[in-house]
């Protein structure tokens, strides 16, 4: 089943915001996302807000149809909610589920309706995440006219048994066709994603993929250790003895290997889990997120953040596509951050990025940890902040701990 949604206050029928959390508006980056829920099958290791034909069957408003209708009706009842301060928008993502299973059309709409309601800037960064097997070379070429910039495709692996294992359905031969569709459509950037530590996966495997990924010249990387999420099919397959859990040695061996071959291939990494060709080629839309910078999540189970509120839609497709009919907030609930709680998730989020926490960012406890994890290698400081070795990524959360009472 897809993940559940944590508890928190009442949202408010309409939507409104605290003046205090507007007024915030217009310091930091404000961003989009996008959720499109659909997915062709559900992979057995994933835990998104995903639906598939079969779940959600003839259900009133759970149709990939008139999805694209009901998000622009949020992203109008977003710019209400906003008011009519200047606020173009920096970073779209589309995200899922299966964006591109809603076809260029609709994404293309629901992006119109973007730059309508709240304009785009100049250099806004448009992404898509798309599987090898969900766009053909005129889907991109209809994105990139649309005013896509940047798309993500959702690699995982190229061995086949390591596909199978994780219910991918893509043919892995089809990752460098995509690659070069994208190209020729005029495609500033293009990602990769891949998972590493899958049941099965030798390191033999994950060298493959990872030289497979860099064959294709990919402008930004994505690498992930495979985690087992409770509740999903992949959990109950470990948990029935069908597979057994990621080893956490195995995981370390393999992030090792990925930095090291893809430093030397010229990504370099900027997140802990993310690495570039050059600063340009960053997830621009990533960063928003991991710096506290403000966005609007739409659709079904999306999460929003601005200036210390945070909220989160309902689940259901079929709930969601009601409330917005009748003209009523999707927000299942949120939460109000105090000053303590922001800085908190800033040490967590800045920690991991190569551009470093600074050490004003901690409270006296933090910076009396200081000395000691620079003493065991496991972070660096440079210009007042704090940056983590190759060491201190593998133990980024044990790290975070000690900066953190």
């Not at 003209?327 to 551009?355: F, H, K, N, Q």
């Amino acid at each position: 089943m897809p993940s559940s949604l944590p508890s928190g206050d009442p949202a408010p029928a309409d939507g409104a915001l605290p003046r205090s959390a507007l007024a915030e508006l217009g310091s930091r980056s404000f961003g989009v996302y996008v959720h499109v829920p659909f997915c062709t099958v559900r992979c057995g290791y994933c835990d998104f807000n995903t639906y598939t034909a079969a779940e959600l069957g003839d259900q009133p408003g759970a149709s990939r149809a008139s999805y694209a209708e009901a998000a622009i009706s949020e992203i109008r009842m977003a710019r209400r909610v906003l008011g009519d301060r200047d606020l173009p928008v920096d970073t779209v993502f589309f995200g899922g589920g299966t964006p591109t299973l809603l076809g260029s059309g609709d994404l293309a709409a629901v992006l119109a309706a973007v730059a309508a309601e709240f304009g785009l800037a100049p250099d806004a960064e448009v992404t898509t995440e798309a599987n090898p097997d969900s766009v053909a070379a005129w889907d991109l070429e209809a994105l990139r006219e649309a005013g896509f910039t940047r798309v993500s495709f959702g690699m995982q692996s190229a061995v086949d048994r390591v596909l199978r294992t994780l219910d991918r359905t893509h043919d892995p031969l089809r990752v460098p066709a995509v690659v070069d569709w994208s190209r020729a459509a005029g495609f500033a950037q293009v990602s990769l994603d891949l998972i590493y530590g899958t049941p099965g996966e030798s390191m033999a495997d994950w060298a493959t993929s990872l030289e497979v990924a860099l064959g294709c010249e990919p402008d930004h990387l994505s690498a992930y250790s495979l985690i087992v999420e409770p509740g999903t099919a992949l959990a109950r397959r470990v948990s029935r003895g069908e597979l057994p859990m990621p080893d956490d040695d195995d995981l370390a061996d393999k992030y090792l290997l990925a930095d090291r071959l893809l430093s030397g291939a010229g990504l370099e990494w900027y997140e802990v889990s993310n690495w570039a060709r050059d600063r340009s080629a960053r997830c621009r839309h990533n960063e928003l997120y991991w710096t506290g910078s403000h966005w609007w999540g739409v659709g079904p189970g999306a999460h929003s953040h601005v200036g210390g509120v945070r909220w989160w839609n309902v689940k259901h497709p079929a709930a969601y596509a009601e409330r917005i009919a009748s003209g009523v907030s999707p927000a299942a609930a949120r939460e109000t951050l105090d000053p303590e709680s922001r800085r908190v998730e800033r040490v967590l989020l800045e920690i991991r990025l190569r551009d470093g926490l600074p050490v004003l960012a901690l409270d006296a406890h933090g910076r009396g940890a200081v000395a000691d994890l620079v003493a065991r290698g496991l972070v660096e400081l440079a210009t007042e902040r704090l940056v983590l070795t190759a060491e201190g990524r593998l133990l980024a959360d044990a790290v975070v701990r000690d900066l953190l009472p």
